[in-house]
């Protein structure tokens, strides 16, 4: 298959993340976290698991760290590789349950962000990437992982994301960023992530740009934990944001888990 059409049949080919995500504002916001938990790893190199259009990667590069991105999708690479790669970045094509295949050498560090690991549908599979991940870091590695905090969804039983409005590419239009959820029962979840153009001044104001459903597995707490448990990982800390808020199971947005490669 040509590279062209790999990234035609690629689903997050439709969804510009790089566009709808406000990255330098994220990335102030986080960045005392990142640098606080990835400091304490054993090796300065970090694995960015899912790392979509690499925002991340090149934020912990330009700090001090050899990072390597990892995402399965054709079309989040070739905007992550848009601004060449400086010495110390490296981005490759890989699935998180494969991971073995793309990861040659010990790292000190992984982060994965954002809903990258609700994408693993089920327990065989989060245990195929953790047992990948285990091997892939070295003795005391750090995993830092953070998703929607799902169990307050459930439990509030919500159906949308915070709607964004994003200044459009034409002048006097703006890009609305919706995100629908429904619930399936046994802990699965329809993801809706569709992108409307509102033209206030035309005759038909409001036209669907990208739309797209996939199925998402919405991991709480105690699952990861046990989980990150059996294969070898020590849970060190639970917060509620990547700005090291408190988690609260009904309140906070997000979930985040700071494990430690047991030696």
């Known amino acids: 298959m040509a590279p062209s059409d790999r990234i035609e049949g690629d689903i997050f080919a439709r969804v510009d993340y790089r566009r709808l995500i406000a990255w330098p504002e994220r990335i102030k916001r986080e960045?005392?976290?990142?640098?606080?938990v990835l400091g304490r790893a054993p090796l300065q190199s970090v694995l960015d698991l899912g790392c979509g259009p690499g925002e991340h990667s090149r934020f912990l590069c330009e700090n001090g760290f050899r990072?390597?991105?990892?995402?399965?999708?054709?079309?989040?690479?070739?905007?992550?590789?848009?601004?060449?790669?400086?010495?110390?970045?490296?981005?490759?094509?890989?699935?998180?349950?494969?991971?073995?295949a793309v990861v040659h050498e010990p790292f000190g560090a992984a982060i994965s962000l954002g809903n990258t690991l609700p994408f693993l549908l089920d327990v065989d599979k989060m245990r195929?990437?953790?047992?990948?991940?285990?091997?892939?870091?070295?003795p005391g590695g750090v995993f830092l992982l953070q998703i929607l905090n799902y169990e307050r969804i459930f439990e509030k039983k919500l159906r949308h994301l915070p709607?964004?409005?994003?200044?459009?590419?034409?002048?006097?239009?703006?890009?609305?960023?919706?995100?629908?959820?429904?619930?399936?029962?046994?802990g699965r979840?329809?993801?809706?992530?569709?992108?409307?153009?509102?033209?206030?001044?035309?005759?038909?104001?409001?036209?669907?740009?990208?739309?797209?459903?996939?199925?998402?597995?919405?991991?709480?707490?105690?699952?990861?934990?046990e989980?990150?448990?059996?294969?070898?990982?020590?849970?060190?800390?639970?917060?509620?944001?990547?700005?090291?808020?408190?988690?609260?199971?009904?309140?906070?947005?997000?979930?985040?888990?700071?494990?430690?490669?047991?030696?």
């Not at 970045?89 to 494969?98: H, I, V």
């Not at 993801?191 to 740009?209: I, N």
């Not at 989980?227 to 808020?245: I, K, N, R, S, Y």
Request: with cysteine; proline share 5%; glycine share 10%.
């Open 227 to 263: 989980l990150l448990g059996e294969a070898g990982f020590h849970p060190t800390q639970t917060l509620g944001d990547m700005q090291g808020g408190e988690y609260r199971a009904s309140e906070s947005t997000d979930l985040v888990i700071v494990a430690t490669l047991q030696v």
């Open 128 to 138: 195929c990437f953790l047992k990948g991940l285990a091997s892939s870091l070295a």
């Open 189 to 225: 979840v329809r993801f809706c992530p569709t992108t409307l153009k509102y033209c206030p001044g035309a005759d038909e104001p409001l036209v669907v740009e990208n739309s797209r459903v996939v199925e998402l597995k919405g991991w709480v707490k105690s699952e990861l934990e």
């Open 31 to 36: 960045a005392p976290l990142l640098l606080k």
């Open 67 to 100: 990072v390597l991105g990892i995402d399965r999708s054709p079309a989040m690479l070739e905007k992550a590789r848009e601004e060449g790669c400086p010495s110390g970045l490296r981005f490759a094509e890989g699935d998180l349950t494969e991971l073995e």
């Open 163 to 186: 709607i964004k409005f994003i200044q459009g590419s034409e002048e006097g239009t703006e890009t609305i960023f919706l995100r629908l959820m429904e619930p399936l029962g046994g």
